[in-house]
């Protein structure tokens, strides 16, 4: 048979936030990977700026030993580090529409009030 549909307002209003609740768990569990990729950034950057430091400063100049591996390796590191800029970007902005579109799924809470749940909703 079929659930009895509940008619109680205060009930109604705990289920709708049991839901918003479940769905920004799983939302945050979703995120998850975002940290990873934040910390492979940053290590990275550092790693970039440990070798663009010294050619910028003139500590390195052109011809001496060392010079091109230095270029080489800040070539390779910038390429390293827009990929992962565009991997979290990408990321972060597709969680973050997906969990709104979601939110917004569910409709408005029973009884007119606004929720925690939903108070950035609109700021997109």
């Not at 659930?3 to 709708?16: G, H, I, S, Y």
């Not at 950034?41 to 030993?65: K, N, R």
């Amino acid at each position: 048979m079929t659930e009895a549909l509940v008619t109680d307002p205060k009930e109604q209003t705990e289920a709708w936030d049991r839901q918003c609740r479940k769905l920004f768990l799983k939302y945050a569990v979703m995120s998850f990977p975002c940290f990873p990729l934040g910390v492979a950034f940053s290590v990275t950057l550092l790693w970039f700026l440990d070798l663009v430091i010294p050619l910028m400063s003139g500590e390195l100049a052109y011809g001496q030993v060392g010079y091109y591996e230095y270029q080489e390796g800040k070539d390779v590191l910038l390429v390293i580090l827009a990929v992962l800029l565009v991997l979290n970007v990408a990321l972060i902005a597709l969680l973050h529409v997906s969990y709104k579109k979601r939110l917004r799924a569910l409709g408005p809470r029973p009884g007119g009030l606004p929720g925690k749940w939903k108070r950035g909703l609109y700021s997109l």
